[in-house]
């Protein structure tokens, strides 16, 4: 069985930084796809970023030259490094595995239990 854990998530004002960590229990042909989504308050789960077997990798618009996601096979864990913070990135965090990357978060069959970010103006 396929968990994720994230960590990471806090509050910070504008311009600030954070980084979160998805810690994943296991790879498999199921997990070869990882992925960061969000959701902001009375909003629809959005993908940020995905990372396909530690190489290819796609940004949103709204994020590409703030966000970089990174993975460290040795330690099983994805970062998002979150820089040049906006209020509007105010949201939850998920990340999400799956067999192959989407911007349909019902391509990813395993998710973790989510992490805050606030950011205030």
């Known amino acids: 069985q396929v968990q994720l854990v994230e960590s990471g998530g806090g509050s910070v004002q504008a311009g600030g930084s954070l980084k979160l960590s998805c810690e994943v229990s296991?790879?498999?042909?199921?997990?070869?796809?990882i992925g960061w989504f969000r959701q902001p308050p009375g909003k629809e789960r959005e993908v940020v970023t995905t990372?396909?077997?530690?190489?290819?990798?796609v940004y949103s618009d709204s994020v590409k030259g703030r966000f970089t996601i990174s993975q460290d096979n040795a330690k099983n864990t994805v970062y998002l490094q979150m820089n040049s913070l906006k209020p509007e990135d105010t949201a939850m965090y998920y990340c999400?595995?799956?067999?192959?990357?989407?911007?349909?978060?019902?391509?990813?069959?395993?998710w973790g239990q989510g992490t805050q970010v606030t950011v205030s103006s």
């Open positions: 296991t790879y498999t042909d199921e997990t070869k796809c």
């Open positions: 990372i396909y077997a530690g190489g290819r990798i």
């Open positions: 999400a595995a799956g067999g192959f990357c989407s911007v349909n978060r019902y391509a990813y069959k395993y």
